[in-house]
């Protein structure tokens, strides 16, 4: 409670009782919110007579502080613990930057852009592509298939003709992003055999690929809200230059929106970071990330809570240092997709 | 795919440059391309086209493959499987058949309460469906509202006849709960902290970057750090259960202890997210009203709920709709911290079809899944079209 006393003796506006209660409040949740972690800080140092025993809080008053736990998976289970810990790495950082470019780009384009495409070319490419799948499942060549469907789009496309209803750009950003709402245990097994298929299981760029298409929404939905508050005349006076158009998109329009870059690239890693629906379908052993070697920590024997502690804190220190550095990048990116919805 | 503004009929259009400036909105580049050549059209294609690709690859197909997989039995046979298509049975399953108890739970006969609250309920839903009939709002309004009503209406009927004594509620009730429990919890106490970190006091910094803490965590951490510090013999907490002599009992055997511990889990990995949106919509919001009104003597907490906060509803609206969509995919809390018992007691949709995967009836897994697609495009769009429209409008 020495918070308390400070705020009594600094200038605020705020009258002495309901500083504290607002200090009370605060206090209260701070504890709620860090007394976990601390548990698991605690937890990662005892031996397993200290937790099956019955609790024990502080190391050096109530228990001497063990290293074995750190030992055995830093030390003993070495490539255990680091294929996991650079899977997730990899995965985080490659599929967070894939999203980035792609959904960065997407969502530029629904915005600057007009584009029409025709609702009958659109179905006549999903019906073409299902066609080539389920050949490919039936097992016909993967090169004929492709040929064969990319002839038949062509010759409907052209009997039908060119005519018939567009879709706006409206519809197209509407779309992408309602694929948030797709939960991911709907597409998941069709997920798994196409990757089987591909001889992609159980490896690094099956996860890289899918965390990018969970991503993406996100990343279209916060970065269109953004570049929409990015001023249109640089813009227009760098195409009256001669700019192309991936050179103003390169050199003035993401320079502008870095900010919220940053707070979507944040968002973005920890989701894939975190992630564990697709992680527990698609890897076994290869590419197994992090989330998944802590649930493995679950022997038949009970839970190994002194590893499993140890593994959480080494998948938390990091987002964590990101969280306590980007703290004010998160709040503005997130606010402004909130505020345009 | 993309395209100038060439079509026919564009003449016709009054060409005043503000106009074209206005209804192209951001539109230079397609004005721009009226005249270009064919490589820079599919320059704008091309921004936009791998983003669509990946996700027709990712989410459409998988989709169309899951619904007929969901239409078909998954069977082994000499030399591998076959999937034989066996109709909507799946869902018969769920709706009618043998998996019934386990998705939509066990019905009991109501009790008074039941009935009580179900006539509250469908009253309240009636006098919404008048309300848009008497308000005009045209027939796909009132429309909307019919469906919604009938619905939520069999929603509240299901839920009064599983959670009275001796019934049991199934996946579909448990997620819901979840969802809306969830949701409540994390937005009051979300604001609260908001509000309070809002206010000018010292350390405001300290515990904005603590509040924030348990968004990043892996769900699988928490839910294994929940696991532990809810063991009523061996968690921190121990002595004080011992002394209320709670210590042999635990609440993973009780269906309403473990979905209570789920849910405080869940509650304490996304109030940060409301909290954080919520403190930068505070801050963000213009001064001049808040000044104006505290030189006319408005207490601290008349400043709040008269000014601020009515100017926080459409970010409000927005938050609950994105919790909504997310909240219903909960999946890593329940299966780590209880494996879904005791029973299905806490089993969400998700877990629910995982488990189904796991004893390989696929087709079983599938019509769960598309029931949870059913269940979140139907609230989400209830949700958008009779509330988040209108609440979005009020700044």
Request: a positive charge; aromatic letters at 12%.
């Amino acid at each position: 409670m020495a918070r308390v006393w400070r705020v009594r003796r600094s200038p605020t506006a705020l009258p002495p009782w309901l500083a504290v209660v607002f200090y009370t409040a605060l206090v209260t949740w701070a504890a709620v919110v860090l007394f976990p972690l601390y548990w698991i800080v605690v937890t990662s140092f005892k031996l397993p007579i200290h937790v099956y025993a019955g609790p024990v809080y502080l190391p050096f008053v109530d228990f001497t502080p063990s290293l074995h736990a750190w030992r055995y998976i830093f030390v003993d289970l070495r490539n255990d613990t680091l294929r996991p810990f650079v899977n997730t790495v990899i995965v985080a950082l490659m599929s967070s930057t894939l999203a980035l470019v792609l959904g960065t780009g997407a969502g530029y384009g629904l915005l600057r852009f007009h584009y029409r495409p025709r609702l009958s070319a659109i179905l006549l490419f999903v019906a073409t592509a299902l066609v080539v799948v389920a050949a490919m499942i039936e097992r016909v060549n993967g090169l004929v298939a492709v040929g064969g469907g990319v002839l038949l789009f062509l010759l409907v496309r052209a009997v039908l003709g060119r005519g018939g209803r567009t879709v706006g750009n409206d519809d197209i950003a509407f779309w992408m992003i309602s694929q948030r709402m797709l939960p991911p245990v709907a597409v998941v097994i069709p997920i798994y055999v196409m990757f089987q298929r591909l001889s992609l299981l159980d490896t690094r760029a099956a996860l890289i690929i899918t965390y990018t298409a969970v991503n993406l929404p996100i990343v279209v939905w916060l970065m269109r809200d953004y570049f929409r508050n990015i001023s249109l005349e640089l813009e227009e006076s760098a195409a009256i230059d001669g700019a192309s158009l991936y050179r103003i998109f390169w050199s003035i329009v993401l320079p502008l929106a870095t900010p919220g870059l940053a707070a979507t690239f944040l968002l973005v890693l920890v989701f894939s970071w975190n992630e564990y629906l697709f992680a527990l379908f698609l890897t076994s052993a290869n590419a197994q990330t992090l989330p998944l070697s802590i649930a493995a920590q679950n022997a038949t024997r009970g839970p190994m809570w002194w590893y499993m502690s140890v593994l959480i804190l080494l998948m938390i220190t990091p987002v964590i240092a990101m969280a306590i550095a980007l703290e004010r990048y998160i709040a503005k990116g997130l606010l402004v997709g909130a505020l345009k919805g | 795919m993309s395209k100038a503004v060439d079509r026919p009929g564009a003449e016709e259009m009054p060409s005043a440059p503000g106009a074209r400036r206005i209804k192209a909105g951001a539109g230079w580049g397609a004005a721009r391309l009226r005249a270009a050549d064919w490589p820079a059209r599919q320059a704008t294609t091309s921004f936009v086209l791998p983003a669509v690709l990946l996700l027709f690859f990712l989410s459409i197909f998988p989709l169309l493959v899951s619904a007929y997989l969901s239409l078909t039995r998954f069977q082994f046979v000499p030399g591998g499987f076959a999937l034989r298509w066996v109709g909507l049975t799946n869902y018969g399953k769920l709706l009618v058949g043998i998996e019934q108890s386990h998705f939509l739970g066990v019905p009991k006969p109501p009790t008074v309460v039941g009935w009580l609250l179900f006539g509250l309920a469908a009253s309240v839903l009636l006098a919404f469906v008048v309300r848009g009939i008497t308000s005009a709002s045209g027939r796909r309004g009132v429309v909307g509202r019919a469906v919604f009503a009938v619905v939520a209406g069999a929603g509240v009927w299901l839920a009064v006849r599983t959670l009275t004594p001796g019934g049991f509620p199934g996946t579909l009730l448990t997620t819901l709960t979840y969802v809306v429990v969830g949701i409540t919890v994390q937005y009051w106490l979300g604001l609260w902290l908001a509000f309070l970190c809002a206010q000018e006091i010292a350390g405001r910094r300290f515990f904005r970057v603590v509040f924030l803490l348990p968004m990043m965590i892996t769900p699988v951490g928490i839910a294994y750090t929940f696991r532990i510090l809810m063991d009523l013999g061996k968690g921190p907490f121990a002595p004080l259960w011992r002394a209320l002599g709670l210590a042999e009992v635990s609440w993973a055997n009780y269906a309403w202890g473990a979905r209570l511990v789920v849910m405080i889990g869940d509650i304490w990995q996304w109030t940060p997210f409301m909290f954080i949106v919520l403190l930068a919509a505070l801050e963000s919001l213009p001064t001049e009203l808040i000044e104006a009104a505290r030189v006319d003597g408005a207490s601290r907490w008349q400043l709040f709920w008269r000014i601020s906060w009515p100017q926080l509803i459409p970010v409000t609206s927005t938050l609950i709709l994105i919790r909504l969509i997310e909240a219903f995919k909960i999946i890593d809390l329940p299966n780590v911290l209880t494996n879904g018992g005791p029973g299905t007691a806490t089993e969400s949709l998700t877990l629910h079809a995982f488990m189904a995967w796991r004893t390989l009836d696929i087709g079983g897994s599938a019509a769960v899944a598309y029931m949870l697609l059913f269940v979140v495009t139907f609230a989400a769009l209830s949700y958008v079209n009779l509330f988040h429209r209108r609440l979005a409008e009020v700044a």
